[in-house]
């Protein structure tokens, strides 16, 4: 079986601080891993995803997140925050059996 | 590439209709996914197809839901019945085959059963 845990369901910062968000996966396989975001009345964007080359991946809108097997995580990352990245954020893994399985997901607040 | 396409975005309905949702998946792209996503939890996989052939369901999957593609493009869900538990918001996805696939999303079809 494949999960995702996200702690901190909500997680407020600070305009122009760093963004750290939290993804822990359970995986009997080498998972592929993604990191979507949902803006409010918008579908789900992909920011990154992991595919077993580079395990520091490069997303959109500045974030990245780094693939650790040891620590079995896929934390996602952001030098500074910007109110735009006001949003819900999920962390997913699939098998490649065509089903992807969703993290509870981060409430993001960017304070100004 | 228009995106993935989703009809109606909101539905209201009464406890035992049954309500139909629409998909469009952008086009070319051969395998079809539909989500429910309740309030405060990710999406949930329900089922998916590739081509026209539905190929998994997931247990949340009733006897009251069903799904099509008939022609291999656009799918539809509909659920019999219906009961406010069933009040979520419905997400389909499409996908192109690929050593990683990475699934698309369409803006939902929030349902509220009153």
């Known amino acids: 079986a494949q999960s995702v845990t996200q702690l901190d369901s909500h997680v407020s910062v600070s305009e122009g601080t760093p963004v750290l968000l939290r993804c822990n996966y359970s995986?009997?396989?080498?998972?592929?891993l993604f990191w979507y975001v949902q803006h409010p009345n918008k579908g789900l964007q992909l920011l990154l995803k992991y595919t077993s080359a580079a395990t520091l991946v490069k997303g959109i809108n500045g974030f990245e997140a780094e693939f650790k097997k040891s620590e079995t995580s896929f934390h996602l990352t952001k030098p500074s925050a910007h109110m735009s990245d006001a949003a819900e954020y999920f962390c997913?893994?699939?098998?490649?059996?065509?089903?992807?399985?969703f993290g509870k997901g981060n409430q993001v607040v960017v304070i100004p | 590439d228009t995106g993935v396409s989703q009809n109606p975005r909101h539905k209201i309905t009464k406890r035992g209709q049954n309500v139909t949702f629409r998909c469009d998946p952008i086009?070319?792209?051969?395998?079809l996914y539909w989500y429910r996503q309740t309030l405060g939890q990710g999406p949930e996989f329900l089922t998916y197809f590739q081509n026209e052939a539905q190929l998994e369901k997931s247990r949340l999957l009733s006897d009251r839901f069903s799904a099509e593609r008939p022609k291999g493009s656009f799918s539809t869900l509909e659920i019999q019945r219906t009961e406010q538990g069933d009040s979520a918001m419905y997400l389909c996805?499409?996908?192109?085959?690929?050593?990683?696939?990475?699934?698309?999303f369409g803006p939902g079809t929030r349902l509220l059963v009153l």
């Open positions: 997913v893994v699939s098998h490649g059996n065509n089903r992807l399985a």
């Open positions: 995986s009997s396989y080498s998972p592929s």
């Open positions: 086009s070319e792209h051969n395998r």
């Open positions: 996805a499409s996908s192109a085959p690929g050593l990683v696939e990475t699934q698309y």
